[in-house]
């Protein structure tokens, strides 16, 4: 989901793996000259966002050794997962109030699904726009290979909430998460599967 922390444990992850390190968003703003994010979606529509987000995919899913940060919306058409799935997907599960939390801190100008047009209180505002979403496509999120749950690691790591969870942290569970599903892939492969 948007805020997650894809790009910032994405790019600790690509550091530790020694690959490369991409962002969906970037690229598909370098693929229509610089045109931001939150511009695409005003000047032509979330429809052509989401074709290009598409093609970035397909064009990532045939590079080796990198960690793509993509878009939280990729996961709602099924023709990214056939792309997505040429690699290993993790779904950094963070709770919505998180989300709102960290969003309403840093605004939503660069988020166009989110921007507040409403002069009520920027959390509350991103956590109704967040619960929305949510709705719509979270259990896409699902189809991940591997899911990281903050609350999960708070648990445990005896941290009251999520808010003390450091991207590092965050980084190592996923590569634990990863780890996981490797050897699950391995022991289908032994048992015939
Ligand atoms: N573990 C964390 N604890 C607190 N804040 C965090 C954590 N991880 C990321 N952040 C902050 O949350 C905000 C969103 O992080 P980031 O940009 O990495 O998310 P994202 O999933 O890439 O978002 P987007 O979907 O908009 O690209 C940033 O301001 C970042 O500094
Ligand atoms: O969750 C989403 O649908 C989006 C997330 C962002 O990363 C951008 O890809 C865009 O703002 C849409
Ligand atoms: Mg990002």
Redesign the pocket.
Known sequence: ??GSGKTTVGKILSGVLGYSFFD??TL?EQSVDGTS?AEI?KLYGEGF?REK?TEVLQKLSLMRQLVVST????V?RPINWRYMQKGISVWLDVPLEALAQRIAAVGTD????LHQCESGDAYTEALNRLST?WEERGEAYANANARVSLENIAVKLGHKDVSSLTPVTIAIEALEQIEGFLKEEDDMAIAGY
């Open positions: 989901m948007m969906c968003d598909i994010v979606f966002f987000e878009g939280g919306g990729a709602t660069s988020r166009p699904l979403l």
